[in-house]
């Protein structure tokens, strides 16, 4: 887990970078970061989506409870590589909204009990810690810890191809509409890439920490 830690911490370190350094190449579209959204809404027929600004960096994602596309003002306002390759990205999801994709249902889905998994396993290692082994509770506790942490893993890899969906779906998008060209797109490209990384590692964190209960379990029986 440390190891998937400093994982972690170099894939969100080198996309920032890259989202930074690709920041400071405008578009030949000249469009900025809420036009892209809103013209490729427009293309994909959806209508009931807005394209709102918030603060923090990174910050980009769409609700699909309110139908409203929220954008940093980074990307929002940005007319460069960045700011098109994280709006059409987030955009993605809309029109996957839009559209019924299933990948994308299904993991609305789950999002209530993948968080009362996460207050569940909370509650259960205070519980370890404040003495549930004392009381003969340990094996129980690990089987809840297990389901939760599978339903977390679950939601993790439902959560991949949504992502890499809406990145494919956006970088056509971008290609077709030439709002991106050349090595512009390429770079566009590599952002979403570095993007879709810190997915795949929190998904393989996820089952490496799966298996370790799981583990743990079996050893805790022996």
Do not use: C
């Not at 996309?15 to 000249?30: D, H, N, V």
């Not at 956006?170 to 570095?194: D, P, R, Y």
Request: glycine letters at 6%.
């Amino acid at each position: 887990m440390i190891g998937f830690g400093l994982l972690s911490w170099w894939v969100s370190r080198t996309l920032k970078k890259r989202f930074r350094e690709y920041a400071e190449i405008p578009t030949s579209s000249g469009l900025s970061g809420a036009e892209v959204a809103e013209r490729m809404l427009r293309d994909n027929n959806v209508h009931d989506v807005k394209v709102i600004s918030v603060d923090g960096e990174l910050t980009d994602h769409y609700n699909s409870k309110n139908k409203t596309i929220n954008l940093s003002k980074a990307v929002y306002h940005g007319r460069n590589v960045s700011a098109a390759a994280v709006a059409a990205h987030e955009t993605g999801h809309a029109v996957q909204h839009a559209t019924a994709y299933a990948m994308l249902s299904l993991r609305s889905a789950m999002v209530p009990m993948v968080n009362l998994s996460s207050k569940m396993m909370n509650v259960i290692f205070i519980m370890a810690i404040l003495g549930g082994a004392v009381f003969g509770l340990m094996p129980q506790m690990f089987l809840l810890v297990i389901v939760a942490q599978a339903i977390i893993t679950a939601f993790s890899l439902i959560t991949l191809p949504v992502e890499f969906d809406a990145s494919a779906r956006a970088l056509q998008w971008l290609n077709m509409s030439k709002i991106t060209v050349g090595e512009e797109h390429e770079k566009a490209k590599n952002a979403l890439q570095w993007a879709a990384s810190t997915y795949v590692v929190a998904t393989l964190a996820a089952i490496a920490q799966l298996l370790y209960f799981i583990m743990a379990f079996g050893g805790s029986r022996d």
